[in-house]
């Protein structure tokens, strides 16, 4: 039955909600349900709606944290291992259809030619009946509770509160930081707690996102960037092997650790910009987007993406695992660790660069990360491993 299900020739694309396959909910017009969404799907992402029209929804949370304040959305967006707090409120008796649909206004986020990942199907029906007396509609929530200290807004802090800086990059191997995951033990970076942490994320796939997810700490999100980094090509006979080229098609002298020299690169070869310009794009009017300033533990990486989140690593101490939750691409070992040392501790011993080149990076000259300027604590003093680097402009 397993081979059966798992056979795409059988046209077999359900997910299941709450074990179930379209459970009907049963609500009453005018009343204020919240529903918490989780994605547990394996690799889809879900762009979830309501299709008819008389309901609304209106975002409380996400993943677990508290929005500033509640907001009417027409969709939400999740990728695997995201979580959603909705309130949802219809205004008319009948069925309506909670259900995930490929909108092609998400595009520039989630890929149209990575339609296999995202979900197009219904997920539940809303049954609203009519209410034994006549009442007025419950009202949506208008404020929410207050966020504790180490979830404040860190926007617009200044550059001298930044205790370390990460870069966090996806490559087209299912390589994270151009490696494959290697033990609990092997940390990329090492920082201490109580500190304010800035990071880089950056995706090198120029048609494909990826999902992020860390763990320990919820992080904000503070700006998408203009894409200045390399990106990964894939080589054009071996399909699993790869390179890192600039955006003016040359081939980087900076690669990674395994990289394989003994193939015959194309010393030139221009990516396609279909999805670049996240940066300056409009994106309130695309549900895929996240808002500025908010929180989360799972982001979606688009095509071409540089992103800077920051957090304040509160507690906990120990091994921290980051990951893209894409299980197929994690169990590929498209995942590192790095490790969160008391204060006092030394932060010395991470493996930053792999085979002397550190993320983001192309030419031997580039700073590392180079989405900033002027700061000298690029690495929170991990190891350089004989590559001589340089740490600002």
Known sequence: MEDWLMDPANGVDYLLTNGQLWPKVTLTVGEVKR??????????????????????????????????????????????????DVAVRCWFSGDFTMTSIMAEENDPVLASEYWQM????????????????????????????????????????????????????????????????????????????????????????????????IHVNHFQVISYNEYTHPWGALHPVNKTKSAYYDLQGNLCDQQFLHFAHNLDWPTSNT????????????????????????????????????????????????????????????????????EIVEEGESTHGAFTASGGAYPGTCGRTDPYPDVVTGATNFNGGGQDHGHDHMHGH
């Open 35 to 84: 529903f918490r969404i989780m994605n547990g799907a394996t690799i889809e992402v879900l762009e979830i709606t309501i299709k008819e029209l008389g309901c609304e929804m209106m975002v409380l949370a996400w993943d677990g944290i508290y929005v500033d304040a509640p907001y009417r959305t027409r969709m939400v967006v999740l990728s695997g291992g995201a979580r959603v």
């Open 118 to 213: 995202r979900f197009d199907q219904n997920l539940l029906t809303l049954h609203v009946e009519e209410k034994a007396a006549v009442f007025g509609l419950e009202h949506f929530p208008t404020s929410l509770p207050a966020h504790p200290g180490y979830y404040r807004d860190l926007r617009t802090i200044d550059d001298s509160e930044i205790d370390g800086r990460f870069v966090i990059e996806f490559g087209p191997e299912h390589e994270v930081n151009r490696e494959h995951f290697k033990d609990a033990a092997h940390y990329r970076y090492k920082y201490k707690v109580g500190t304010i942490q800035e990071w880089f994320i950056i995706n090198t796939e120029q048609l494909k996102p990826h999902p992020l997810h």
């Open 271 to 338: 990516p396609s910009f279909k999805y670049h310009g996240h940066h300056n794009r409009s994106r309130d009017s695309i549900p895929a987007y996240i808002p500025l300033g908010e929180w989360r533990d799972t982001i979606n990486v688009p095509p071409l993406g540089s992103m800077t989140i920051r957090f304040v690593a509160d507690r906990y101490t120990g091994t921290q695992m980051i990951h893209c939750h894409n299980l197929n691409h994690v169990d590929r070992g498209m995942g590192l660790v790095v």
